[in-house]
């Protein structure tokens, strides 16, 4: 498994507006150089999350103050959940990308949006290469595809435990900051 962590940062806004399917956004940037990362095959992922409020890992200048209230209130019973995911790592060749992305989608609808939260994330199993598809709507479908192979792997008694982690549990273990680890 890898073991990824970073603020959610914003995307280019495609996949809750013209996919339907949210993501949490990691800076791949920072992760460039990570021996992990940059060998990793692009392509699609399944695995768990969680998100935290910015100060409960005592890393950030940033503070869930600095949000407007609603939010704080919308996301308090969410943070410090596992959640399941599926994660695309690459460079999306369906929009031509040349930047490098780390996009979360967390199975679970969430209230409003989360950007400057923290993340963190194990990725445990290659689901599929990326590809360019002939249609949106074949995009759709594969992400959907994704969704349900990732739901169906992480209720294997096997994948379970890892949602127990202590890495996605407890905000406060020591972290490295948008750093690739391994176990």
Same mark, same amino acid.
């Given at each position: 498994?890898?073991?990824?962590? +970073?603020?959610?940062?914003? +995307?280019?806004?495609?996949?809750?507006?013209?996919? +339907?399917?949210?993501?949490?956004?990691?800076?791949?940037? /920072?992760?460039?150089? +990570?021996?992990?990362?940059?060998?990793?095959?692009?392509?699609?992922?399944? %695995? &768990? $999350?969680?998100?935290?409020?910015?100060?409960?890992?005592? @890393?950030?200048?940033?503070?869930?103050?600095? @949000?407007?209230?609603?939010?704080?209130?919308?996301?308090?019973?969410? $943070?410090?959940?596992?959640? =399941?995911?599926?994660?695309?790592? %690459?460079?999306?060749?369906?929009?031509?990308?040349?930047? =490098?992305?780390?996009?979360?989608?967390? @199975?679970? /609808? &969430?209230? $409003?949006?989360?950007?400057?939260?923290? @993340?963190?994330?194990?990725?445990?199993?290659?689901?599929?290469?990326?590809?360019?598809? /002939?249609?949106?709507?074949?995009? /759709?479908?594969?992400? #959907?595809?994704?969704?349900?192979?990732?739901?169906?792997?992480?209720?294997?008694?096997? #994948?379970?435990?890892?949602?127990?982690?202590?890495?996605?549990?407890?905000?406060?273990?020591?972290?490295?900051?948008?750093?690739? #680890?391994?176990?």
């Amino acid at each position: 498994p890898l073991f990824l962590e +970073g603020p959610i940062i914003h +995307g280019f806004g495609r996949g809750s507006r013209l996919l +339907g399917f949210p993501t949490a956004n990691l800076d791949a940037e /920072k992760y460039e150089n +990570g021996p992990i990362i940059h060998t990793l095959p692009v392509g699609v992922y399944d %695995g &768990f $999350c969680t998100v935290f409020f910015p100060e409960a890992t005592n @890393l950030s200048a940033a503070s869930s103050s600095d @949000l407007p209230e609603s939010q704080r209130e919308s996301m308090r019973e969410h $943070c410090g959940t596992v959640f =399941k995911m599926a994660m695309s790592i %690459g460079y999306n060749p369906q929009f031509n990308n040349t930047l =490098k992305t780390a996009e979360v989608h967390i @199975l679970h /609808k &969430f209230p $409003c949006d989360f950007y400057g939260f923290y @993340l963190r994330v194990i990725v445990l199993d290659f689901l599929r290469p990326m590809t360019s598809f /002939k249609s949106l709507q074949e995009l /759709k479908d594969a992400i #959907k595809g994704d969704v349900d192979k990732a739901t169906t792997a992480l209720d294997l008694p096997e #994948k379970k435990t890892w949602g127990d982690h202590p890495f996605l549990i407890n905000a406060h273990i020591p972290p490295v900051v948008l750093q690739v #680890k391994t176990q």
